[in-house]
């Protein structure tokens, strides 16, 4: 690869990342700005939610139908090696395939089952991360009769990794965090074709709202949720995922039959459903959570230093950084930003309650 080249790319990515308004479109433009580099025939470039590392939106180019659900069956529910769930727990944010099977790519369930079937003999992986957390993932494919990704390309996306996971955590902290004030939970119908069908007229508006065709095939999200309803190696059912507007929908998927029918209910996700995402979004530590509710309570910095165990002067440090987080200057703005819609108490009530 050539090197300035690989420059041009890296700058190009980091604008786009800077002026992308919503993931799956931030996702696209980067893989278009990398294709002339690194010359993928194919790759699926996924957001996920960085608490679950479940894939909730993304753009795909070059896989078949046929392909698409397998890969999702393997990547969700077979053992194998640099699944995006490992990958996100590692030190290195990539992984070519041929180099952690010591060239031995047969040995990957993946790569026998679902990549070369497709036609597929090579393929580099990485996951977008920020503040330790992984906000996105893509995996690219160079067809059998091409050479291998080299070690200019595995590099140039480890450098990548954390400007791509930057700029989606940040499209969530620039859009705040809102509820839906749509009616009530919809009801889905999803058939052994993977099509959503509404089964409730709130159903239909609730595939309006996050943008979906009645209809539609093969959405990313439907396919994470296809596979957690038929035997998924996750325990939880459900995933969130963004509305047009940028809000936050939680879906429930429910196995029917044995066919692979399932049932999906949308609805409105609670503040508490987001509190881990609200936190990590902005980058708040489990101490820094704390002392927010304490805020929210009205509490002094006495009252909050006596309560947590700490000094007042450890208290100003935390607030001091929740700041600078999230770029307020006062108890009053951050308060405003960070329960501007009712959020109050439940904010954080599911996280703090974890640590």
Sequence with gaps: MDGAVAERA???VARWCEQATSAGALLEGVARRLRPVLGQDAGAWLVTDPVTVLFTDGYIEGFSEDTCSPWFHHELSVHDVARFCDLAQQRQPVALLSRVTDGAVSSSARWREVLQPAGFGHE????????????????????????DFSAEDTQLLAELSAVVGAGLRNLIVRDR?????????????VGPDQVAQPATPSGAQWLEAMGIPQGAFRHTWLLTLGELATGGGATARRVRVRARDGRWVTLHAEPMSDDGTFAVIVEPSRPADIAGLVALAYGLSPREQELVLALARGESTAAIAERLFISPHTVRDHLKSVFDKTDVSSRSELLARLFHDHYAEPFFSRVTATH
């Design 124 to 147: 580099l992986r990485v996951v977008f991360r920020d503040g330790g957390s992984t906000w996105g993932a893509a995996t690219i494919h160079r067809d059998t009769h091409r050479p």
């Design 177 to 189: 965090l809102r509820t839906y004030e749509l009616g009530g939970p919809g009801l889905l119908l």
């Design 10 to 12: 890296r700058r190009g």
